[in-house]
């Protein structure tokens, strides 16, 4: 075969596949339709809610009767986007989860407080963060390239190892010690 036949013979198989991938799409465009319509559904009852109960929190109401009125607002709210058939339990669920939010929206606004650092006018010297300058004739790179200043006694061992002897390896895998 040559280089046309192979192009036209993957021509012909992605077309196969093309239409066989729009047949179950076309079988299936209701159900998808229909998910993305119930998530949206849920998105502007939670939308609803948050602004419902945000409403009904600066009345001077009983928190039954504040969920009453946020009940009322809701489904104001969906008859107006011509919303049909929400249960009156997403509805209270929608509630909840705004309350929730809500409470724990105020929660951390109260509870976090800046806080200043403690100046201490005549600390000893010993507990003063002293700067240090970098040896750059002992730095190495680790594995991920950032530089590695290595201590005293990593120094030493590498001055050190300069004049030991070196074990090699010959051709034969027998090791022959230099030195």
Do not use: C
């Not at 919303?83 to 309350?99: F, L």
């Not at 010297?125 to 290595?150: C, F, W």
């Amino acid at each position: 075969m040559t280089i046309k036949d192979w192009i036209y013979l993957g021509i012909t198989v992605a077309s196969y596949l093309l239409a066989i991938i729009a047949g179950i799409y076309a079988k299936n465009k209701a159900k998808i339709n229909k998910a993305t319509a119930v998530g949206k559904t849920l998105d502007v009852v939670g939308q609803l809610a948050t602004y419902a109960v945000h409403e009904t929190e600066i009345l001077d109401l009983e928190n039954e009767q504040k969920r009453q009125a946020a009940v009322q607002i809701i489904n104001q709210g969906l008859s107006w986007f011509g919303i049909k058939d929400v249960t009156p339990n997403t509805v209270n669920g929608a509630i909840e989860k705004a309350v929730n939010a809500m409470h724990l929206a105020n929660s951390d606004d109260q509870s976090v407080e800046p806080t200043q650092p403690e100046i201490v006018a005549n600390a000893p010297a010993g507990n003063l963060v002293q700067p240090t300058v970098a040896n750059t004739e002992t730095q190495t790179k680790d594995v991920a390239g950032s530089t590695k200043i290595p201590d005293k006694s990593e120094q030493q061992n590498v001055a050190n190892s300069v004049n030991a002897p070196v074990a090699e390896q010959n051709t034969t895998n027998e090791v022959v010690k230099n030195g």
